[in-house]
């Protein structure tokens, strides 16, 4: 007994020191997001080792069942502190990857299995064979991937392991990120560092981020990544670039992702030296059939394309007098036989009319309904200016049955403020979703969400949901911790678009954070409110697009001078000594009439539209009076102050949870809170400023007054702002 | 008994557990750099807790000795697996950082510390006040500072720690890193992401990595740090930008860094509003007065400038027809009362005299001898041209006696293969701190090292080295492991420029990769060969500047229409039908006339030229004899030839570490030597197939032709290089 004492002894000196050594590379940097396994308390880790001792994943399984099991293991030893065995054979408790068919204990199941949607998975605690269970079961590799992942959230975020009977499946056939990361390795509208695509080193180096990457969207379900920028070049489709497209294809392969490439419209002209790239040009046809084929037989499970055409001086089929439909065609009939998809994107901000620069989406799209090939989704932004804070859903949603549409959301935050400001995005993908266009030719609610994700027309379209990716080089992937949790909404949403902000919200900071109550409810409710504090601060009761010029950060209210109307902030708020807001109703541009009856009737009229959305359709006095009895100047100036207060009490959160949070994560945050909390005065009283300077009003009793001049405000220029 | 087994094996089970959580954050991913502190054998890691178990510092220690002893703390935790005690009684075994008067124990070593040179140090293992001690003194809290790193490298590199008896000073006054970071976080001829400022988040968030940046300086004796490009913009000395510049001070303060900025000579004019930025403008100089004293309020320890003027563009006092001593004096001036220095780069690389772009700076700076201020270092990079793989030392050292000439090393490997290449600068440092300018003047011999060290004068002028840097945002710092070695080997040469390149590659290895012999010795030869691997694969027998345009990676030996004619590779080489080679004898441009007459006399004849500059003198006939007794055309071929096996030779040295060496680096290493192969075939065939058009002679017999036609490798481009 002594001997082995002193052995004990010198082994847990051993495992000490080995400790100590370790403890560098333990700070809490951001880099496994939310797939950290933390240590769970030990009763439940003794309890998941019992449970979870042994992986059995049937002999032939192929890499994405591999990769499954990869994780289980990664998940277990860092949950249970054991690293579980892998094996094939039926003896004692075990989780078990199990397709139909491949167990003859799990038989009973098949029949289950079998009827799963594509990616789609149950969870399972039973007894099978005379052993206590727990099967990960699905129709496909697909699902034994995703299946794997939703047990280890399941097991971080209190899920009763023991009793656990869960069935999942994807709503959406295309659940998709976009990069907008160029070729030379600078991101547009990227707050995060560089792209992770090192493309000068791509084939031949590959970084372990690449494998890391794909793991994070595996674990959400995303299966489509559209590797660069929509405002392409032509060279991404080079004969000596596409290996390098190839090799980021063979790291995201086994964690379920094909890789897209956004194309340049021009390409037939620019890289294949034709005279033009006309789609009616049997050359041009010929030609992206070609460099199609070419791509194919580099990688032969190659997602598709990506195209911005006619948008914001991007080439297209308007050049040669054809539409988009048309400008579509050759390279939908290429990738067609290959089972490639096109995304034909209908943000067309286009150098001609802008009457009002919200309709035209919707001209330019809807009159050709029915006109698209069966491979193409035409992917449409949640609101018909751009990412805005607050919009009104799109009013192409539901206006073009006999096409299919495509959700595109962006998750950076180029009006949010970029990866300084927290402002989490799951309550404003919600309110889109939920939003009802009342559009006819469906069953049931006629929800955003419903019609996107198919059930409103029942019809086994291609369904597709899009997010403007918020992923660079930066050690913790967003730019800042918080900004991870808007990738997570948007995968989560786009594997199923009815889950709850809030919900989600919670998921995360339970996998993040792994704090007890009441930090964890604390983390949330400020998550839960902070898109509206961003709302308040920057563009309240539904005003737009007041952002400085070219960056987008701060306040340029007063710009007015750019070369296109619609470029101005003037053009968007249209304040003047009489009133403020742009009116869409049926005395204005009239845009309300894209809408459904129901929804245009409701936004033609100020009385019965909500004050969040206001001023976006309508031009009102300044004494207008709000539903909430004030008039509408200080009740505007209330939406600033209350914008403030609330990134104040966000700060006032946080502060509370030092000491909860590890160190390095509450500092950052903390900074960003601060800076926030001075942005958003900055915001409020730079805009309080402007207004005055047109409306001529007093400011109502006790008001604070801007701290600065208007002038000091115009002159604050940002330099070298990403 | 029982009971304390049972309590052993819960405690050892919960170790267990911390310990395989922990293990994905040990990847060897290149972060610590050669700080990595990796557990000692458990003899000598017993050895040493026992002798390092407590560390001293006296009270009222400032925050260098704080840093020193952080950093203490670090080390012996990792190397011995136990965290030392830090205190300030004298009891028991311990390591004690130690200034003059300090500890009464040590008093008979106050006499010795006193006489260090700022940043000196003594490292004693010895008996005192009855306690066995390890002595980390110095005169100041930076020696301490650099004590604690040398004594931790000693641990690391087989010094008998039970008996240590060194002392060392650094050589030069100023040890310097040039970041050519833009204000847009874009890193000039950078290779490792982006720059590690991320200038927007600044001052509000601060990254963890600036102080591991610090560290890694500290170890190595850097004190200054030019935060931005040469290349600068105005606004880096803006109001609304210098607390960002203020940040970065505070944050490498306690690790003995000062901040340096390269402004632009132009800013009076386009910052301030001046009608001109004329030195001889009484407001220009008023200008600069402000502004330093402006700089100097924020940052009480600012370092200075660092000017680029009249160079490719750049303004310059030219412009307004003074000289180089005219257009600092304003700048010098104003920095002169707080301390500040003044580096002015001798880069001229002018619009006008295009005779030979390698005699310009000499013209240009050599007549001025005497007329800069004191507070000004004229920097000279190594050679007359560019940072080419090999080129003989500048003609300006030893040639301004009365100014003082600081060193200017690039450590990012423009022209040598980016971060892509394995090649160690040890040698081409060495190589040229070696060469004897044989200039008159001084005492001793006049190698450029001790030229610039000033031992050669003795004059106790202000001296400094000076690396362009090779730090980004990649994890790994360096954008590849290797390359780390090349900002320790100049950061030690720099610290002594004695110091032996082999020698500092073994220190480097030894604490990088911690592997046993011959392992070590296998890198440390691998490393000590890779850049004339280099130079015979890209520029053999003096050929220089050969490579493709703008970014300088791949071969460009044809280019011939860019528009002024020493922007042409074949400017450099001059190949024809008759020979080939740069004439810069007396028969030809003169250049050597501007080296000392013994120099002059050497490299005025191709008989007395070593071969490895020959052809950077001399313009010689294909047919010309070669010491080696070979005709110069298959000469020529022979060097690259033996380059590429070179490259196989280090990729087959590396292939057998596998297993030895962790699998992360092991894999990237690898990945890099294969491209770096491909290359080396790529420019040996690509060069022999130009030259080869040129002067229509048939291979020798036994020669591979070149892979492609010469079409081929014209047209072939690298898109989107970084």
Known sequence: MRHLGSFLLRLLGGLATALLISAPGRAEDGYQLWLRYAALPQAEATALSRQAGRVLLPPKAGAMAQAAADELERGIAGLSGRKPVRGSTWQGPAVVLALPGQWSALQLLDADLKALREGGYVLRTMTAGGQRVTVIGAASERGLLYGSFAWLRALQTGADVARLDQRAEPKFVWRMLNHWDNLDRTVERGYAGQSIWNWWELPDMRSTR??????????????????????????????????????????????????????????????????????????????????????????????????????????????????????????????????????????????????????QAYQQFVPWDGQFASNVVVQVKNGAIDFQPREPFHPMFGAMPKTQLGMEFQITKEYLGFATHLAYLGPMYEEVLRADTHQPGGNGP???????????????????????????????????????????????????????????AR???????????????????MMQGSREAVVNYMTPLGLHHLMATSHHYGPGLWVSELARPEWNPVYYHRADKSGIGFDRSARGSQAVSQYAPAVAARWGQPATTEPELL???????????????????????????????????MRARWAQLQGVIDPERFADVAARLKAQERDAQWWRDASIAYFQSVNGLPLPAGVKPPALKLEDYKAHKLHYAP
């Open 446 to 504: 006629a929800t955003v969400a419903r019609i996107l994700d198919g059930s409103f027309y029942g019809d086994g379209r291609v369904t597709m949901m899009a997010g403007v990716a918020n992923v660079g080089s930066e050690r913790n992937w967003s730019g800042s911790h918080f900004d991870q949790a808007n990738w997570y909404v948007f995968g989560r949403m786009a594997w199923d678009p009815e889950l709850k902000s809030d919900a989600i």
């Open 507 to 525: 998921e995360w900071v339970q996998q993040t954070f792994s704090v007890p109550q009441p930090a964890r409810e604390s983390i949330v409710q």
């Open 210 to 359: 690449y494998r890391d990457y794909a793991r994070a969207n595996a674990s959400l379900g995303i299966n489509g990544v559209v590797l660069n920028n929509v405002n392409s070049k032509p060279e991404v489709l080079a004969s000596d670039w596409l290996p390098k497209v190839a090799a980021i294809a063979e790291e995201l392969r086994p964690y379920g992702q094909k890789v897209f490439l956004s194309v340049r419209f021009s390409s037939p002209k620019e890289l294949g030296g034709l005279p033009n790239s006309d789609p009616a040009n049997p050359a041009v046809r010929a030609w992206w059939q070609a460099k199609v084929d070419e791509v194919y037989r580099l990688i032969p499970d190659f997602g598709g394309f990506l195209v911005k055409a006619n948008s914001e001086g991007q080439p297209g089929p308007h050049d040669y007098g054809r539409t988009h439909a048309e400008g579509a065609a050759p390279m939908a009939d290429a990738l067609r036989p290959h089972g490639g998809l096109l995304v034909w994107r209908a943000f067309v901000y286009s150098e001609a009319d802008a009457t009002d620069r919200a309709k």
């Open 615 to 649: 001023l976006w359709f309508h031009h009102l006095p300044w004494d207008y009076k709000l539903p909430s009895g004030q008039a509408l100047w200080p009740g505007l100036i209330a939406h600033y102050d209350l914008g403030v207060q609330q990134v104040a009490a």
